[in-house]
């Protein structure tokens, strides 16, 4: 599966914004669905993972309550909105896939990063 991430941008702290990440194939739905993100000179870390079905999710601490991910199997589309932005949310934002469970790390397929940049 390939993946296409986009809708980053710069935005003021306490904003909001939505990422979207749109992948090829047609088994896109048997895939669990993640977003990652990694901050200058900070490791890549998780952020938040959506089922195959999006029944369930799977969040980060450091945004829970803030930021929602969602799918749309028909669309081969997986969405990240996120609120009450901070600075420290600044970072390149991945999305990737897999075939396990939805808290695992372990992801097979990346996009490439879209910016996301906070100012306070």
């Known amino acids: 599966v390939q993946l296409q991430a986009s809708g980053g941008g710069l935005v003021q702290a306490g904003g909001s914004l939505r990422l979207s990440c749109a992948a090829s194939g047609r088994t896109f739905s048997s895939y669990t669905m993640g977003w990652f993100r990694q901050a200058p000179g900070k490791e890549r870390e998780f952020v938040a993972a959506?089922?195959?079905?999006?029944?369930?999710?799977y969040y980060a601490d450091s945004v829970k309550g803030r930021f929602i991910i969602s799918r749309d199997n028909a669309k081969n589309t997986v969405y990240l909105q996120m609120n009450s932005l901070r600075s420290e949310d600044t970072a390149v934002y991945y999305c990737?896939?897999?075939?396990?469970?939805?808290?695992?790390?372990?992801?097979?397929?990346w996009g490439q990063g879209t910016q996301v940049t906070v100012s306070s």
């Open positions: 959506i089922s195959w079905s999006g029944g369930r999710t």
């Open positions: 990737a896939a897999n075939q396990k469970d939805l808290r695992s790390l372990e992801y097979d397929y």
